[in-house]
């Protein structure tokens, strides 16, 4: 197995999909890095969901190639994913409302003792987990209920972070926060991505992109239409990309100079 030195995590490569008539995606093209934040940005219906499905094992593309650590890879079911050491935080959450935190840390992955559940080793794998993510809740005994949107986000990360997975994929997750709620989701991909794990974050909030990405890939219409390092790219750049702002503008220039050409 040729694992390339620096080289990525995850690339695809011209991963294609089509739903009955609709072509959600066509030659999507990727790459990931260990220790990246990539934000997947774009548009309603851009593709992204389709993308990250694709990646989780979920709804497999048609035409393309998913290559882990350098070799090419099948990621046909969600478990294809998960041994790979892929993880997939989903917008809904999929947490238990009325079962505590340890229950759903520890959802459909319970520890056993002599056949029944070793409540007191998943309390205690769950607070060091938690504090591992320096994520900070009132008690790991609480229902998921009574934390706040922010923390219950946090929660679901770090449950996703169980399987130690290198890639880890967040579908939105700071949508339907506040202010000081999204900082703290901020904060915790920021650790992620300082404990050596890929990230890839799809967000429709440039600001958050602004704040914790290193690298913005942008899908359009199921295509890709451009990768800009956040540091050097305005948002006005990215968001030019996002609503074909700069494809048109591109055409008009194509246009113009076709224009002049003697
Ligand atoms: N199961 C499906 N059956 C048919 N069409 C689908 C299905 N899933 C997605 N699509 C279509 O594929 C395209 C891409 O959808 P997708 O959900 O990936 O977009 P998105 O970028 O995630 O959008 P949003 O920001 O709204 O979540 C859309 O045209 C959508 O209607
Ligand atoms: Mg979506």
């Known amino acids: 197995m040729a694992i390339v030195p620096n080289g990525p995590v995850l690339a695809l490569r011209g991963i294609s999909k089509r739903f009955g008539a609709v072509q959600a995606l066509t030659d999507i093209h990727l790459e990931v890095h260990a220790g990246e934040v990539v934000a997947l940005v774009g548009d309603n219906g851009a593709g992204k969901s389709t993308l990250v499905k694709s990646i989780a094992g979920v709804g497999p593309a048609d035409e393309g190639v998913i290559e882990w650590q350098g070799r090419p890879v099948q990621v046909t079911r969600p478990h294809d994913a998960q041994e790979l050491g892929i993880a997939t935080v ?5 947490l238990c409302d009325n079962i505590d935190v340890v229950g759903n840390l520890f959802l459909g992955r319970e520890i056993l003792r002599a056949g ?11 607070r060091e987990l938690l504090q591992t993510l320096s994520i900070r ?12 949107g922010g923390q219950r986000q946090t929660v679901a990360i770090a449950r996703s972070m169980l399987g130690e997975p290198k890639l880890v994929i967040l579908d939105e997750p700071t949508a339907a926060l506040g202010v000081e709620q999204t900082a703290q989701v901020l904060d915790l991909v920021e650790r992620l991505r300082d404990r050596g794990l890929a990230v890839i974050l799809i967000s429709h909030n440039m600001a958050d992109v602004k704040a914790v990405a290193d ?16 540091k050097t790219t305005s948002q006005e ?23 002049v050409a003697k």
């Open 90 to 94: 989903y917008q809904d959450l999929a």
């Open 116 to 126: 029944v559940l070793d409540e007191v080793e998943m309390e205690r794998r769950s």
């Open 137 to 148: 809740i009132p008690s790991v005994r609480i229902p998921i209920a009574s934390l706040s």
């Open 215 to 230: 690298r913005v890939a942008v899908l359009r219409l199921g295509r890709n239409n451009g990768t800009f390092d956040v």
């Open 237 to 259: 750049e990215i968001i030019s990309a996002i609503t074909g702002a700069t494809d048109n503008a591109v055409t008009r220039r194509k246009a113009r100079s076709g224009e």
